[in-house]
């Protein structure tokens, strides 16, 4: 028995075979000879196609003769999938901006880069998670995704914003950071929680007076005053205080909330700003006052060039110490002078229906940008976070300076309304200035 007709058999058993040995050899040499007289067909005709009928990656037999540059382009085609970068956003009920994030880096990214929705479907100790960066809008709230973008990180994806510091970060800690750069902000004092923590009983407090020293805090913020939570956002437990009867009954409602009670700014004008990657700044007017969909919505001037570079250039500094990748300071601007009244959202709102159209399309394609550089710079298996000035000081021994740096001027204005003077901090309104969960 031979293989496939006019096809020599390779092995010299397939006409001279005996009892078992030969129905084996009956049985598996037609196929075997087969396979490899068909294959070396193959070979043989690709050597021969024109350029054009080859297979897309294959070599030629001119090119296969050129060295080691067409085999590394033979190389780099088989594997491209591996050197591809990915960018992942992490969201939760939000919609426009993630997807326009999506969308628009992936139009400009170029071929080796591309951007999709984190999907997570197992989460494995030190194991990563295949992306180069990883921008976060929901982890605030979902303690799950936190521990996961922490491993991450830790396996060498750029997080934005940073997974550790943002844990570790609040806003009263932010308030004295502030101070020492010279930025102003309100008085604040911290304000223990009314009931006692779970596990904790009167013998757990032996190092904190009673009573405090009321009047000594209050004469510090004075009143009219606002008591908010020292690490909260979003507007949730923000109360008006008028006087110090108001202070203790209102906080006899917040239960195991710590709190701060900080100075009322009466301001003659308000401003929210962008920060991204620590440069990219965009300052806009905004009117707490109006419902959510509408704060962006102002026809006022400009405001002097003045204001508008000091504004820049605290904002640079907040967020070059805090190390921030994506947050928003807001700007309550009192005889001329800005105080900054809230610098710790690294989840800021970014929706079109609540920012405009205009902010919104300079969100998305700043972001995109930043993240792109973010993906370029991406080195695999090493710490690609970004670390704050404070973090990098503290452990360099190097002191905090005194004032904020001169920094380049402020390009991106939003026009706003003209509005009579305002408090700086508005109860329970609803507040677009974080994620939806």
């Not at 407090?205 to 020292?230: C, E, H, Q, R, V």
Request: glycine residues 6%; hydrophobic residues 35%; aromatic residues 12%.
């Amino acid at each position: 028995m031979t293989g496939p007709p006019g096809d020599k058999c390779f092995r010299s058993t397939c006409l001279n075979c005996k009892f078992i040995k030969g129905i084996f050899i009956r049985t598996l040499t037609p196929f075997c000879c087969f396979i490899i007289n068909k294959t070396k067909r193959i070979k043989g005709d690709s050597k021969n196609k024109p350029k054009h009928q080859q297979k897309p990656g294959s070599l030629s037999a001119e090119n296969q003769q050129r060295g080691p540059d067409n085999v590394k382009i033979r190389k780099t085609y088989k594997n491209y999938t591996n050197y591809m970068k990915k960018i992942g956003i992490l969201f939760g009920q939000e919609r426009s901006f993630p997807e326009a994030f999506v969308k628009r880096v992936n139009e400009i990214a170029g071929p080796d880069i591309r951007a999709e929705f984190v999907s997570i479907d197992k989460i494995f100790q030190a194991e990563p998670l295949g992306y180069a960066v990883i921008l976060d809008r929901i982890s605030q709230g979902v303690p799950f995704y936190r521990a996961a973008l922490k491993n991450a990180a830790m396996t060498g994806t750029a997080v934005i914003n940073n997974p550790f510091w943002w844990s570790a970060d609040e806003k009263f800690f932010n308030n004295a950071l502030a101070i020492k750069l010279g930025v102003p902000v309100p008085k604040t004092a911290l304000i223990p929680s009314y009931d006692q923590p779970d596990d904790t009983t009167e013998k757990s407090f032996s190092n904190l007076a009673f009573p405090m020293d009321w009047d000594g805090i209050f004469k510090y913020t004075g009143f009219p005053a606002y008591m908010k939570p020292f690490d909260g956002g979003g507007w949730k437990e923000v109360y008006k205080l008028h006087d110090k009867e108001d202070f203790f009954d209102k906080h006899s409602q917040t239960k195991q909330t710590v709190m701060m009670l900080q100075e009322e700014i009466v301001f003659d004008e308000y401003f929210r700003c962008y920060c991204i990657g620590g440069k990219y700044v965009k300052i806009m007017q905004y009117e707490p006052r109006n419902p959510a969909h509408l704060r962006y919505v102002v026809e006022k001037g400009p405001s002097s060039e003045k204001l508008l570079q000091t504004i820049h250039d605290y904002v640079i500094l907040l967020n070059q110490y805090l190390g921030y990748d994506f947050n928003t300071v807001e700007f309550a601007v009192r005889d001329g002078i800005p105080y900054a009244i809230d610098f710790c959202n690294p989840a800021p709102d970014a929706e079109v229906t609540s920012v405009g159209q205009e902010n919104f399309d300079w969100v998305v394609e700043t972001s995109a940008k930043y993240a792109i550089e973010r993906a370029k710079e991406h080195v695999e298996g090493q710490d690609n976070l970004t670390w704050g000035k404070y973090i990098r000081t503290s452990v360099n021994d190097v002191p905090l300076i005194g004032k904020a740096k001169p920094a380049a001027k402020a390009k991106e204005t939003a026009k706003t309304a003209a509005a009579p003077k305002a408090t700086a901090k508005k109860a329970p309104a609803k507040k677009a200035s974080t994620t939806k969960k």
